[in-house]
């Protein structure tokens, strides 16, 4: 059974830092583009980061402030944020695709605000 679970979310003031955690089970890990999306509250699903299965080929829709890795020894994507800004307010998804699989996780909440 393939579960992406996220964790790592929560408040943080402006300027502040957050690291997300997303544990894979279920499939190869490695052989999967692991990806972060979020969804602010009445946006759409956007792209924040994805890394390929070997750690390379990584995008950032904003270059930056974020960065993506991952631990293939552990089934692990992470993403670091840093100098939050309260329009980073977001559920974070945790998201696998490989060919026509395309898995989600459920979210993680997180809030930027003083």
């Known amino acids: 059974q393939v579960q992406l679970v996220e964790s790592g979310g929560g408040l943080v003031q402006p300027g502040g830092s957050l690291r997300l955690s997303c544990a894979a089970s279920g499939f190869i890990f490695s052989n999967y583009v692991m990806s972060w999306y979020r969804q602010g509250p009445g946006k759409e699903r956007e792209l924040v980061a994805t890394?390929?299965?070997?750690?390379?080929g990584t995008n950032y829709a904003d270059s930056g402030r974020f960065t993506i890795s991952r631990d293939n020894a552990k089934n692990t994507v992470y993403l670091q944020m840093n100098s939050l800004k309260p329009e980073d307010t977001a559920v974070y998804f945790c998201?696998?695709?490989?060919?026509?699989?395309?898995?989600w996780g459920r979210g993680t909440q997180v809030t930027v605000s003083s």
């Open positions: 890394m390929s299965g070997t750690g390379g």
């Open positions: 998201n696998a695709k490989r060919y026509l699989n395309n898995f």
